[in-house]
């Protein structure tokens, strides 16, 4: 059985010798003065542009095959879902430093903490009820407290420091601050020194109750923060009320964990954090 290129080759050869076939039969025979006398010959096209004869109609057929569907709208296919929108975006005016600096704000610390395993390889894990989906964080991969464990409160002063009073997370040391106007929105970025956050959810029982092991067995996984440095980004914008400031909730908070035994270390999510202005008339804006 030929294959299929054979076979198209096979068909176009016999479509050029059956027009080399009709073109002989309608030239004349030779005359006396060996001219070639040819009879006249009347084209008729048909409705679809053919000539008429079965080879014309054979290649319109297969020229109509390959042209594009007229059907086809230039923006796209008819019926074709809409595009989806992109989310609408909004810029900020750049807010300077010089507005934040000498204000006062409290600090809501909403600590997770880092997992110091796999939390995949947890037999059991925290609950997380569907209809209260929203308190789990998806970037912190934990359950989103709903209450702030610790409050504090941070002032911003000249020359891009800050200084956060002593607490139980906090150490009151210095810290550094600055803005970042970065794709229309004003970043504010802060460091400030804590003295470590630790949580430890255990469970009453294991596989080892199940299959006859010790009674008393639990299975237990454990977040913390280690001492040192936590970086907080969240953005900030002007407030409802002309002349203030306002910063967006729940902003991401960073510590520097370290892995391995090079002790290689990386910035990883471990809480968010939310700022009110402590004092209105420090947080005004001068326009």
Same mark, same amino acid.
């Given at each position: ?21 009709? #073109? ?5 025979? #030779? ?7 040819? *009879?006249?010959?009347?084209? %008729?096209?048909? /409705? ?19 042209? #594009? ?12 879902? $809409? ?7 909004? @810029?900020? /005016? ?17 600590? @997770? ?19 209260? /989906? ?10 989103? $407290? ?23 997370? @906090? ?28 949580? %430890? ?24 923060? $280690? ?36 002790? /290689? ?6 809480? *968010?954090?939310?700022? @009110? ?7 005004? %804006?001068?326009?």
């Amino acid at each position: 059985m030929r294959s299929r290129p054979e076979s198209l080759a096979a068909l176009l050869i016999f479509i050029a010798v059956a027009r080399s076939i009709q #073109a002989f039969a309608l030239t004349g025979s #030779a005359g006396p003065a060996g001219r070639q006398h040819t *009879r006249p010959r009347s084209t %008729v096209l048909s /409705a679809d542009g053919s000539d008429g004869s079965l080879f014309g109609g054979l290649f319109n057929s297969l020229s109509s095959a390959f042209e #594009a569907d007229k059907t086809l709208k230039p923006d796209g296919l008819e019926g074709r879902q $809409p595009k989806a929108k992109a989310k609408p975006s909004y @810029t900020s /005016a750049q807010i300077p430093a010089a507005n934040l600096e000498g204000t006062s704000w409290e600090v809501q610390w909403f600590l @997770t903490g880092v997992a110091e395993r796999d939390f995949s390889s947890d037999l059991y894990g925290s609950r997380i009820d569907i209809s209260n /989906a929203k308190v789990f964080d998806q970037t912190l991969m934990a359950m989103l $407290p709903d209450e702030p464990q610790v409050r504090s409160v941070i002032k911003f002063k000249e020359g891009g420091k800050c200084a956060c009073e002593v607490g139980d997370f @906090t150490t009151g040391q210095d810290g550094e601050w600055k803005i970042v106007y970065e794709g229309g929105k004003n970043r504010l970025r802060f460091s400030v020194s804590n003295l470590g956050f630790r949580k %430890v959810t255990s469970t009453q029982g294991s596989l080892q109750n199940v299959f006859g092991g010790v009674d008393n067995s639990e299975t237990k996984s454990t977040r913390s923060i $280690p001492e040192g440095k936590v970086y907080c980004d969240l953005e900030v914008t002007f407030g409802g009320d002309v002349g203030t400031l306002s910063m967006l909730a729940k902003g991401l908070v960073r510590a520097e964990v370290e892995f391995g035994l090079l002790k /290689a270390g990386r910035l990883l999510p471990c809480g *968010r954090v939310d700022l @009110t202005c402590y004092d209105e008339n420090e947080c005004a %804006v001068e326009l």
